[in-house]
């Protein structure tokens, strides 16, 4: 036997479980081994024909692909060009004028809505009107102030999920805010909005063994939809009613009760829908909820801080509680996560049952720190609030003023409508390139095929002299593009109805 060959054999057990435990390797342990360990037995047996000595062994393991047979490999005729199914599904988005292109912005600290784009020559100043932080709560001195203390004190990160060493005093006293926020005796805090609506609604059938019902609003946020497909329901027990329409649902509820009176039920809708401005009847959905034992969930993400006398949402405002409450501290609260708030039990439940909310490392404390500092603020200041109201009154004043298609909206969303993707993107870009007015284009799957819109959010920050060269701005483009009108559409939905 070849010392060095011994020697190479010797160094290369570590690739055998079974040699690594042998101070002297010989051919016995090597045939052994291969008999139970699949890489040494590629490694010894890869053609009964060839010479398995020692120095073949260890020449074979010294380069552990040699094993491979690529001459035998099954080789079919016509390759699968990978690429090109990718490229496909790309080029098939850009032909529908769906492509979604990002816009590279710096949001500046004390001037928000003002910002800067990043180009590749170079930046230039541009006006933000598409920002869900609608408050400006992001650059709020005591907001800043409590993440600056808590990063210089804390460190960065949480460290963990919060079942392992990701829970702090920060979270637990955010916590707290949140459900006194609502009124409610508990809440947990998720690293967004998404992933609260998906862990509690993916969650909730697993507490009810005879069954449960989701009664869905049309227009529910993804989330939603997802969080409730995920929970392995029958399609059949995920019940979708028209938008706000409460004479369908009640004809559901009314079949459900017939037909299967052991399971449960729960209402899904939301307090204000974030494309079409649009807000549900809190009262009449309580009382069929009400009426027909079921509970009630209710995505309040856009309502929250900027709905209530506390900022505790459109249910606060109009003095309707809800039994499960989901909301976002990344838009009206300035920072970034979701959470959900309802009894101690149901908590508990999402708590201990959720996987997304499990097996996901917390939100950072520097965040948490600030989330609270914005909660505290606009539970003591309504002056935002106020200021907000104001510029999206003026604003929708001054849109149907100029004849641009506004559609119906009770909330503080304002969507001008377009109706064609191409076109909706041209807009987008001519307004941004010319006017430094920035405002995402909103296309399928967000909204409709055929519903595309500019979705813009005026916040206390917003001037009137800022919504003024808005509207002049879109009141040029929509005439160079010839787009329709405020009048053109009333027309045609005149003409539908009729």
């Given amino acids: 036997m070849k010392g060095k060959t011994l020697a190479s054999i010797q160094s290369l057990r570590h690739l055998c479980p079974f040699l690594r435990q042998q101070t002297h390797v010989t051919e016995e342990l090597i045939a052994k081994s291969a008999s139970q360990c699949p890489f040494m037995k590629a490694a010894h047996l890869i053609d009964p024909g060839q010479s398995n000595t020692l120095e073949t062994i260890a020449k074979r393991l010294n380069d552990p692909w040699n094993f491979i047979d690529m001459d035998r490999m099954h080789h079919p005729k016509d390759k699968l060009d990978y690429e090109s199914h990718f490229t496909t599904a790309i080029q098939k988005l850009k032909d529908e004028s769906r492509y979604r292109v990002f816009i590279n912005i710096l949001r500046q600290c004390g001037n928000f809505p003002r910002a800067q784009q990043v180009m590749p020559g170079g930046v230039r100043d541009v006006v933000v009107w598409c920002s869900n932080d609608y408050l400006g709560m992001g650059q709020h001195p005591s907001v800043l102030r409590a993440m600056t203390e808590a990063l210089q004190k804390h460190g960065a990160a949480s460290g963990g999920t919060r079942n392992i060493g990701g829970t702090t005093d920060f979270h637990v006293r955010l916590e707290a805010e949140l459900a006194d926020l ?13 992933v609260a609506n998906e862990a509690a609604l993916s969650t909730l059938p697993k507490v009810f063994p005879q069954g449960l019902v989701y009664f869905s609003d049309a227009e529910n946020h993804a989330s939603m939809i997802e969080g409730m497909r995920h929970s392995r329901l029958p399609k059949t ?26 399971k449960a039920r729960i209402i899904v809708f939301e307090s204000v829908y974030s494309m079409s401005g649009t807000v549900a009847p809190l009262a ?24 209530g006398h506390r900022g505790g949402g459109l249910t606060q405002e ?21 959470y959900i708030a309802a009894s101690g039990p149901i908590i508990d439940c999402i708590r201990s049952y959720a996987s997304d909310f499990i097996f996901t490392t917390s939100i950072p404390h520097v965040v948490a720190a600030g989330a609270i500092a914005s909660i505290q603020h606009l539970k003591r200041s309504s002056d935002e609030r106020t200021k907000q109201r104001e510029h999206v009154r003026y ?7 100029e004849n641009l298609p506004l559609l119906p909206s009770d909330s503080h969303i304002i969507p ?15 307004l941004l390139s010319e006017f430094g007015i920035y405002v995402q284009p909103i296309n399928y799957p967000t909204v409709p095929k055929g519903k595309e819109l500019l979705r813009l959010s005026p916040g206390p920050l917003h001037t009137p002299q800022l919504i003024d060269q808005f509207v002049a701005a879109a009141k040029a483009v929509w005439t160079r593009f010839g787009l329709v009108t405020l009048e053109a559409m009333k027309a045609q939905e005149d003409k539908v109805s009729s």
């Fill in 318 to 338: 109009l003095g309707v509680e809800m039994d499960i409450v989901s909301g976002t501290l990344g838009k009206a609260f300035g920072v970034h996560g979701g």
């Fill in 284 to 307: 009449s959905m309580k009382a069929l909820a009400l009426k027909y034992h079921c509970l009630t969930f209710i995505d309040e993400v856009h309502g929250v801080g900027l709905y």
């Fill in 416 to 430: 001008l409508f377009i109706g064609n993707p191409e076109r909706c993107k041209h807009v987008s870009d001519t």
């Fill in 237 to 262: 027990d995920i019940r979708v009613f028209k938008h706000n329409d409460l004479q369908q649902l009640e004809r559901l509820l009314q079949t459900s009760i017939e037909a299967e009176p052991q």
């Fill in 182 to 194: 609502h009124g409610k005796k508990a809440a947990l805090v998720c690293t967004s909005g998404y």
């Fill in 395 to 401: 604003m929708k004043r001054r849109l149907a003023e």
